[in-house]
């Protein structure tokens, strides 16, 4: 898990999440998170791509297993699920991950036009489990309850490597 400020990405690295997304990973800050291999799980992304572009999304998650496992909980009907569970103390917890999200993006760059716009729904909605695990896969448990809700009940979890190809960080 890591915050900002981010180790800058090498170029493997940008090429691992490249495979990962099927397309060219754009405004790349740095790994957020990896697989026990070392291989990206999470990337951080600038809150302007390099073409101007605003992007909310600072931790979005790359690794195919995990994004799959995220994947199988929506549609097995988690969120709605967790979205109920937001009363009391969880809502109050869910909403100062909203706050400490937005803090890590805003230590980066401040972006005016998503400013107090965070990501997977927050801070009252349950929208997208993807974005609410890489939050919680890059900050740590405890901060994301409902990232953290996700990460107990997926079958995927970052460390127990099932890459088809183990990334080895030592290998330049
Ligand atoms: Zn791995």
């Known amino acids: 898990m890591t915050r900002p400020p981010f180790e800058p990405p090498v170029p493997r690295e ?3 999440v490249s495979r990962q997304l099927g397309r ?5 800050l740095g790994i957020a998170a990896r697989c026990a291999c070392g291989a990206p799980v999470v990337v951080a992304t600038r809150p302007r791509l390099p073409d101007g572009t605003p992007f909310p999304t600072l931790y979005y998650l790359t690794h195919p297993a ?3 496992a995220m994947s199988r909980l929506e549609a097995e009907g988690w969120m709605p699920r967790f ?3 937001l009363e009391g103390p969880l809502a109050r917890a ?3 991950a909203h706050e400490s999200y937005l803090a890590d993006r805003e230590s980066v760059e401040h972006v005016e036009e998503i400013a107090g716009v965070s990501a997977g729904g927050m801070p009252t909605r349950v929208k997208c489990l993807h974005a609410l695990a890489a939050h919680a896969l890059a900050a740590g448990p405890g901060v994301n ?3 953290d809700l996700a990460l107990e009940r997926a079958e995927w979890s970052p460390s127990r490597c099932e890459c088809d190809e183990p990334f080895d960080a030592a290998v330049p």
């Open 14 to 16: 940008v090429e691992a």
């Open 24 to 28: 060219p990973a754009r405004g790349v």
């Open 145 to 147: 309850p409902v990232g």
């Open 94 to 96: 869910y909403r100062r």
């Open 66 to 68: 995990a994004t799959a």
């Open 83 to 85: 979205a109920a569970l």
